[in-house]
Structures are given as structure tokens and as C-alpha cells.
Nanobody, 121 residues
């Protein structure tokens, strides 16, 4: 069984920075894409950034130039570096990954439990 565990959220002042981490563990054969989503209070979950197995990245327009997604394949981990935080970045951030589980024998789409980022002075 494979699980994703996020960490790194917290309370940050406007203009501050954070690094979110998401580590996959368990019966992993390989990981295709990894991504970060967020869900602000009263809003739908939105895709923030994604990264493919060959490190091709994609960002939603509202975070371009401020957020950077990366991955460490040796550690089965993806990171989201967040700079110049704004109050509107306040949300629960979720990790998402397409993981080949060798016990199941196919790719699964998995979600982490979420980590809260609050931007406030």
C-alpha cells in the first residue's frame, strides 16, 4: 500500500516563504506525475502546480513566479517552494501523485491528507 504524507504548512506573514514537502512511501514501483492542489475556505480545490517524471512543470497563472515545484525521485518526494506569500494563498494544500503500486499491479491516483497554510499578519 502507498501513502502520501505532506508537511511544512503553518502560519506565515504576507511576503514570507514556506517549503511544503510530500513524501510517498510503501509499495512503490514508480511515480509518474506529482502535483500540488489547494482548497481555500468556501472554494473548490484547484491545481496549483504539477511536475512530470522528466521534470516538466506547469503552474496556475496566479502562482507563476512565486511558487516552484520540484521532486527528488530517489526520495519519492515532491516539494513546493512558496515565496512572496499573499493572504489569498491561504488554503489547505494537498499533494497528488500517480503511483505504480507493485502490490496492486497498476497506477493509482493518490492524495495526501493536506497541510494548512495561513497567510496573515
Amino acid at each position: 500500500q502507498v501513502q502520501l504524507v505532506e508537511s511544512g504548512g503553518g502560519l506565515v506573514q504576507p511576503g514570507g516563504s514556506l517549503r511544503l514537502s510530500c513524501a510517498a512511501s510503501g509499495s512503490i514501483f514508480t511515480i509518474k506525475s506529482m502535483a500540488w492542489y489547494r482548497q481555500a475556505p468556501g472554494k473548490e480545490r484547484e491545481l496549483v502546480a504539477s511536475i512530470t517524471s522528466d521534470n516538466s512543470t506547469n503552474y496556475v497563472d496566479s502562482v507563476k513566479g512565486r511558487f516552484t515545484i520540484s521532486r527528488d525521485n530517489a526520495k519519492n518526494t515532491t516539494y513546493l517552494h512558496i515565496n512572496s506569500l499573499k493572504p489569498e494563498d491561504t488554503a489547505v494544500y494537498y499533494c497528488n501523485a500517480e503511483v505504480s503500486d507493485y502490490l496492486v499491479g497498476r497506477y493509482l491516483e493518490l492524495w495526501g491528507q493536506g497541510t494548512l497554510v495561513t497567510v496573515s499578519s
